[in-house]
T-cell receptor, first 113, second 108 residues
Protein backbone atom coordinates (compact mmCIF):
# COMPACT_ATOMS: atom_id res chain seq x y z
CA UNK A 1 0.00 0.00 0.00
CA UNK A 2 1.57 3.28 -1.07
CA UNK A 3 2.07 5.89 1.62
CA UNK A 4 1.24 9.57 1.64
CA UNK A 5 3.02 11.34 -1.21
CA UNK A 6 3.93 15.01 -1.09
CA UNK A 7 5.36 16.98 -3.96
CA UNK A 8 7.64 18.73 -4.41
CA UNK A 9 10.12 17.79 -1.66
CA UNK A 10 11.98 21.10 -1.78
CA UNK A 11 11.01 24.50 -3.06
CA UNK A 12 12.65 27.92 -3.11
CA UNK A 13 10.45 30.93 -3.78
CA UNK A 14 10.83 34.69 -3.67
CA UNK A 15 8.85 36.99 -1.38
CA UNK A 16 5.57 37.99 -2.95
CA UNK A 17 5.25 34.89 -5.10
CA UNK A 18 2.68 32.18 -4.58
CA UNK A 19 3.19 28.45 -4.20
CA UNK A 20 1.08 25.31 -4.52
CA UNK A 21 1.91 22.10 -2.68
CA UNK A 22 0.38 18.72 -3.41
CA UNK A 23 -0.55 15.75 -1.24
CA UNK A 24 -1.80 12.35 -2.36
CA UNK A 25 -3.25 10.37 0.54
CA UNK A 26 -3.19 6.65 1.14
CA UNK A 27 -5.67 4.93 -1.13
CA UNK A 28 -9.06 4.81 0.57
CA UNK A 29 -8.33 7.64 3.00
CA UNK A 30 -10.80 10.46 2.65
CA UNK A 31 -9.33 12.88 5.20
CA UNK A 32 -6.28 15.03 4.50
CA UNK A 33 -4.76 17.43 7.01
CA UNK A 34 -2.00 19.99 6.56
CA UNK A 35 0.53 21.17 9.12
CA UNK A 36 3.27 23.78 9.19
CA UNK A 37 6.42 23.07 11.17
CA UNK A 38 8.88 25.80 12.13
CA UNK A 39 11.62 25.84 14.77
CA UNK A 40 9.89 28.62 16.67
CA UNK A 41 6.24 27.54 16.53
CA UNK A 42 6.51 23.77 16.29
CA UNK A 43 3.84 21.80 14.47
CA UNK A 44 0.76 23.88 13.78
CA UNK A 45 -2.50 22.74 12.24
CA UNK A 46 -3.46 24.48 8.99
CA UNK A 47 -6.65 22.79 7.80
CA UNK A 48 -8.37 19.47 7.31
CA UNK A 49 -10.42 18.25 4.35
CA UNK A 50 -12.81 15.36 4.20
CA UNK A 51 -14.60 14.32 1.02
CA UNK A 52 -13.77 17.63 -0.69
CA UNK A 53 -15.05 19.75 2.21
CA UNK A 54 -12.94 21.78 4.59
CA UNK A 55 -14.02 20.64 8.04
CA UNK A 56 -11.62 22.59 10.19
CA UNK A 57 -9.16 25.42 9.87
CA UNK A 58 -6.31 26.53 12.08
CA UNK A 59 -5.32 30.05 12.98
CA UNK A 60 -3.56 31.12 9.80
CA UNK A 61 -4.15 34.17 7.58
CA UNK A 62 -6.28 33.97 4.46
CA UNK A 63 -3.14 33.75 2.32
CA UNK A 64 -3.16 30.06 3.22
CA UNK A 65 -5.82 28.09 1.40
CA UNK A 66 -6.44 24.57 0.28
CA UNK A 67 -8.73 22.27 -1.58
CA UNK A 68 -9.43 18.61 -2.02
CA UNK A 69 -10.35 16.82 -5.21
CA UNK A 70 -12.78 13.98 -5.77
CA UNK A 71 -9.91 11.45 -5.70
CA UNK A 72 -8.97 12.80 -2.20
CA UNK A 73 -5.76 14.40 -3.42
CA UNK A 74 -5.27 17.77 -1.80
CA UNK A 75 -3.43 20.95 -2.60
CA UNK A 76 -2.53 23.86 -0.43
CA UNK A 77 -1.72 27.29 -1.74
CA UNK A 78 0.13 30.16 -0.11
CA UNK A 79 -0.14 33.53 -1.82
CA UNK A 80 2.03 36.62 -1.37
CA UNK A 81 4.79 34.65 0.30
CA UNK A 82 6.58 36.12 3.29
CA UNK A 83 9.96 35.17 4.74
CA UNK A 84 8.16 33.74 7.77
CA UNK A 85 6.38 31.20 5.59
CA UNK A 86 9.63 29.29 5.28
CA UNK A 87 8.83 25.97 6.91
CA UNK A 88 8.35 22.26 6.52
CA UNK A 89 4.79 21.61 5.33
CA UNK A 90 3.47 18.21 6.28
CA UNK A 91 0.38 16.45 5.05
CA UNK A 92 -1.36 13.58 6.80
CA UNK A 93 -4.12 11.27 5.71
CA UNK A 94 -6.48 9.08 7.68
CA UNK A 95 -9.76 7.30 7.41
CA UNK A 96 -11.90 8.13 10.42
CA UNK A 97 -12.70 5.12 12.53
CA UNK A 98 -12.12 3.50 15.89
CA UNK A 99 -8.67 2.13 15.19
CA UNK A 100 -7.04 4.39 12.67
CA UNK A 101 -4.37 6.98 13.13
CA UNK A 102 -2.78 9.57 10.94
CA UNK A 103 -0.05 8.75 8.43
CA UNK A 104 2.24 11.57 7.37
CA UNK A 105 4.04 12.26 4.15
CA UNK A 106 7.71 13.22 3.92
CA UNK A 107 6.88 16.91 3.71
CA UNK A 108 7.70 19.81 1.46
CA UNK A 109 10.45 22.10 2.67
CA UNK A 110 9.68 25.63 1.49
CA UNK A 111 12.29 28.35 1.63
CA UNK A 112 11.24 31.94 0.92
CA UNK A 113 14.07 34.31 0.01
CA UNK B 1 -8.43 24.00 21.76
CA UNK B 2 -6.77 21.13 23.56
CA UNK B 3 -3.42 21.93 25.14
CA UNK B 4 -0.67 19.33 24.92
CA UNK B 5 2.40 19.42 27.12
CA UNK B 6 5.36 17.10 26.76
CA UNK B 7 8.17 16.50 29.18
CA UNK B 8 11.06 16.59 29.39
CA UNK B 9 11.89 18.92 26.48
CA UNK B 10 15.35 17.40 26.15
CA UNK B 11 16.77 14.07 27.22
CA UNK B 12 20.30 12.77 26.88
CA UNK B 13 20.95 9.08 27.51
CA UNK B 14 23.76 6.63 27.28
CA UNK B 15 23.16 3.73 24.93
CA UNK B 16 21.39 0.90 26.74
CA UNK B 17 19.53 3.13 29.20
CA UNK B 18 15.77 3.24 29.60
CA UNK B 19 13.60 6.36 29.39
CA UNK B 20 10.06 7.58 29.93
CA UNK B 21 8.51 10.43 27.99
CA UNK B 22 5.32 12.06 29.20
CA UNK B 23 2.41 13.75 27.46
CA UNK B 24 -0.30 15.64 29.36
CA UNK B 25 -3.42 16.92 27.65
CA UNK B 26 -6.08 19.29 28.81
CA UNK B 27 -9.33 17.67 27.65
CA UNK B 28 -10.82 14.34 26.64
CA UNK B 29 -9.53 13.02 23.33
CA UNK B 30 -10.70 10.69 20.61
CA UNK B 31 -7.24 9.95 19.29
CA UNK B 32 -3.72 10.04 20.68
CA UNK B 33 -0.63 9.16 18.72
CA UNK B 34 3.08 9.08 19.39
CA UNK B 35 5.41 9.96 16.52
CA UNK B 36 9.14 9.91 15.98
CA UNK B 37 10.48 12.55 13.63
CA UNK B 38 13.53 11.38 11.73
CA UNK B 39 16.40 13.68 10.68
CA UNK B 40 14.76 14.19 7.29
CA UNK B 41 11.60 15.50 8.85
CA UNK B 42 9.28 12.57 8.33
CA UNK B 43 6.91 11.77 11.17
CA UNK B 44 6.87 8.05 11.81
CA UNK B 45 3.81 6.73 13.60
CA UNK B 46 4.83 4.76 16.69
CA UNK B 47 1.53 4.15 18.42
CA UNK B 48 -2.14 4.91 18.01
CA UNK B 49 -3.21 4.78 21.66
CA UNK B 50 -6.24 6.78 22.84
CA UNK B 51 -6.35 4.47 25.89
CA UNK B 52 -4.69 1.39 27.31
CA UNK B 53 -1.24 -0.06 26.78
CA UNK B 54 0.58 -1.21 23.66
CA UNK B 55 4.03 -2.61 23.04
CA UNK B 56 6.17 -2.82 19.94
CA UNK B 57 9.60 -4.26 20.52
CA UNK B 58 11.62 -2.01 22.82
CA UNK B 59 8.91 0.63 22.78
CA UNK B 60 5.70 0.66 24.73
CA UNK B 61 3.05 3.25 25.49
CA UNK B 62 0.33 3.72 28.05
CA UNK B 63 -2.52 6.22 27.97
CA UNK B 64 -4.66 6.88 31.03
CA UNK B 65 -7.48 8.82 29.39
CA UNK B 66 -9.33 9.54 32.65
CA UNK B 67 -6.24 11.27 34.04
CA UNK B 68 -5.32 12.87 30.71
CA UNK B 69 -1.80 11.67 30.23
CA UNK B 70 0.20 9.25 28.14
CA UNK B 71 3.66 7.75 28.62
CA UNK B 72 6.11 6.44 26.06
CA UNK B 73 8.71 4.00 27.32
CA UNK B 74 11.94 3.30 25.47
CA UNK B 75 14.00 0.43 26.82
CA UNK B 76 17.61 -0.45 26.01
CA UNK B 77 17.96 2.73 23.96
CA UNK B 78 20.05 2.75 20.79
CA UNK B 79 21.66 5.63 18.92
CA UNK B 80 19.08 5.19 16.18
CA UNK B 81 16.38 6.15 18.70
CA UNK B 82 17.70 9.71 18.67
CA UNK B 83 15.36 12.33 17.30
CA UNK B 84 12.27 14.20 18.36
CA UNK B 85 9.28 12.41 19.81
CA UNK B 86 5.88 14.03 19.47
CA UNK B 87 2.60 13.34 21.16
CA UNK B 88 -0.49 14.43 19.20
CA UNK B 89 -4.12 14.40 20.29
CA UNK B 90 -7.40 14.85 18.50
CA UNK B 91 -10.51 16.12 20.22
CA UNK B 92 -13.98 16.40 18.77
CA UNK B 93 -13.15 18.96 16.10
CA UNK B 94 -11.07 16.87 13.69
CA UNK B 95 -7.72 18.51 14.17
CA UNK B 96 -4.64 16.92 15.66
CA UNK B 97 -2.79 19.09 18.18
CA UNK B 98 0.86 18.43 18.74
CA UNK B 99 3.01 18.91 21.79
CA UNK B 100 6.34 20.70 21.51
CA UNK B 101 8.17 17.39 21.47
CA UNK B 102 10.95 15.72 23.43
CA UNK B 103 14.38 15.80 21.79
CA UNK B 104 16.15 12.55 22.64
CA UNK B 105 19.88 12.11 22.16
CA UNK B 106 21.34 8.66 22.71
CA UNK B 107 25.11 8.63 23.03
CA UNK B 108 27.21 5.57 22.14
Amino acid sequence: KAGVTQTPRYLIKTRGQQVTLSCSPISGHRSVSWYQQTPGQGLQFLFEYFSETQRNKGNFPGRFSGRQFSNSRSEMNVSTLELGDSALYLCASNEPGPAYGYTFGSGTRLTVV
Amino acid sequence: GIQVEQSPPDLILQEGANSTLRCNFSDSVNNLQWFHQNPWGQLINLFYIPSGTKQNGRLSATTVATERYSLLYISSSQTTDSGVYFCAVEGNNNDMRFGAGTRLTVKP
